[in-house]
Every structure is written in structure tokens, then in C-alpha cells.
């Protein structure tokens, strides 16, 4: 029988106008800027939302999306609230869950919006293939050494998740993480599409990100659509467009 996973309790600290949330530890696992509340705060996260150039313009905002691991709900917030998506955050945590509607303004579930307190993986287990366009992964646990799910066999079940022009953003962070073993897990899960990383962030946040199916757009394709984001959004595409390097992937049969 699987060993239940030991789950902290979240708690919340503030300072200089920022809302943080920590799993009993000093770890931060998200934040809110209080005067800001649909503002992206934390720089990874902020990255992580580089799928948006991985879609076309006319198609950025649409179709489902999914989060695995809630932190302070804040991709759930903006892929809800400011693209107006339909989206699904799955969380373990209860406590995280009661802490974000409390203290990181997560809406109640709705049309457009249901949280789950569920592990990622038996989501995923059990999800319809093709069911989600965007899948964000951020699944870490209190000591922050290492993401909590990492198997070639978790990156196949996200992209059986996606659609065929699906996309993946994972946050790669952890004293315990080696970015190239999971670098090249997923992209042996994604290799009939695409995989390009980020640059890592001061903190040691890398994130990678993912196409199912197709090829990332040339940098001209990227520079428009880049402005685009930044327009309509307020998220710092153009800066992404600088970092973004493409990721090798395994010959296919």
C-alpha cells in the first residue's frame, strides 16, 4: 500500500505589503502583493506563464487549463480571472486550499472553476486524455528539496492529459533536483512536439516548457506574439523571448 504523504498545515506571513504562503517551514510556496491581488508577484511564476508563446494569438486564451499544486493560487487567479479560462487546480493540501479562499482571494468554484483536493498523479490517472490545452506543473512539498512527482511515467500522464496542441510549463527547483534527469523525462514524454527552457531565475528556478504536438514559432513569431501578451496581459513576454532555448529530444521510432 502507497505510504500516505506527509502533508504541513500552510501558514501565512506578510511583509512590505506581500502576502506569503510557507508549509511550516521558511520555504515561500507563493505569494500575493496586497494593493495588486491579479498581478503575478514571484518571478518563476511570472515564467511559467511563458505557455502564452507556445499558443497561437487567437487561441492563447482559449480551452481548458490545469494546475497541479496550488501554492497561493495565483496561476489559478489569472488563468480565471484576467484570461477568463476554464480551470482546474488540483491540490492535495486541504489546509492550502482553505488557506488560499481565506487569504489569497481564490474564487469559490463555479462554471469556469473547480478545485480538487486530490493527488496529481491519480488526476491524471483518471482524467480524460486530450481533456486539458494547458497544464501547469509546481508540485513541491515543505522541504522544497526536490518536485514530488518527477517519473518519465508522470510526464507521459501530462501529455496524455493535453490535447494535441496542448502545452506544459514546469517549475524545475529543488536542493535535491537535477535539472537534466528531468529535463530529459519530459522530453522523452513530449517528443513529437517540442521543449524549451527558460533561463534559471536568482532563486534556482528553472522552468521548461512544452508543445505536444508541432514546433515552436520562429523569434519573429515569438517577438509579435510576445507583444501581444505583454499588451493584453501585463506579463513580461518579451523578456521570456530573450531567454528561451530549445531542448534536445530523443529520436523518435
Known amino acids: 500500500m502507497k505510504k500516505a504523504p506527509v502533508l504541513a498545515p ?39 506563464m511563458a505557455w502564452t508563446l507556445l499558443r497561437p494569438a487567437d487561441a492563447v486564451a482559449r480551452g481548458h487549463a490545469v494546475q497541479l ?7 489559478t487567479r489569472f488563468c480565471h480571472g484576467v484570461m477568463k479560462m476554464k480551470c482546474t487546480a488540483v491540490e492535495i493540501n486541504p489546509t492550502v486550499i482553505g488557506v488560499c479562499r481565506a487569504y489569497f482571494r481564490l474564487p469559490d468554484d463555479g462554471p469556469r472553476l473547480a478545485v480538487r483536493c486530490q493527488d496529481a498523479q491519480r488526476y491524471l490517472e483518471d482524467a480524460p486524455p486530450g481533456s486539458a490545452d494547458v497544464l501547469c506543473v509546481d508540485l513541491y512539498d515543505h522541504e522544497a528539496a526536490a518536485p514530488v512527482l518527477d517519473g518519465e511515467d508522470f510526464y507521459r500522464l501530462c501529455a496524455r492529459l493535453l ?21 530529459a523525462r519530459i522530453a522523452a514524454a513530449f517528443a513529437g512536439g517540442s521543449v524549451v527552457s527558460l533561463q534559471p531565475t536568482r532563486e534556482g528556478n528553472t522552468v521548461v516548457a512544452a508543445v505536444k504536438h508541432g514546433r515552436v514559432p520562429d523569434r519573429d513569431e515569438l517577438v509579435l506574439r510576445a507583444q501581444q501578451i505583454d499588451t493584453r496581459y501585463g506579463l513580461p513576454a518579451r523578456k521570456w523571448v530573450r531567454m528561451i532555448r530549445a531542448l534536445p529530444l530523443p529520436p523518435t521510432a
Open 69 to 75: 499544486g496550488l501554492g497561493a493560487g495565483t496561476i
Open 10 to 48: 500552510a501558514t501565512v506571513s506578510e511583509h512590505d505589503g506581500v502576502r506569503y504562503l510557507h508549509l511550516g517551514t521558511p520555504w515561500v510556496q507563493g505569494a500575493m502583493r496586497l494593493r495588486t491581488p491579479a498581478r503575478i508577484e514571484l518571478e518563476y511564476v511570472q515564467r511559467m
Open 163 to 183: 490535447a494535441d496542441e496542448g502545452v506544459l510549463a514546469v517549475n524545475l527547483f529543488g536542493r535535491d533536483a537535477r535539472f537534466e534527469r528531468s529535463a
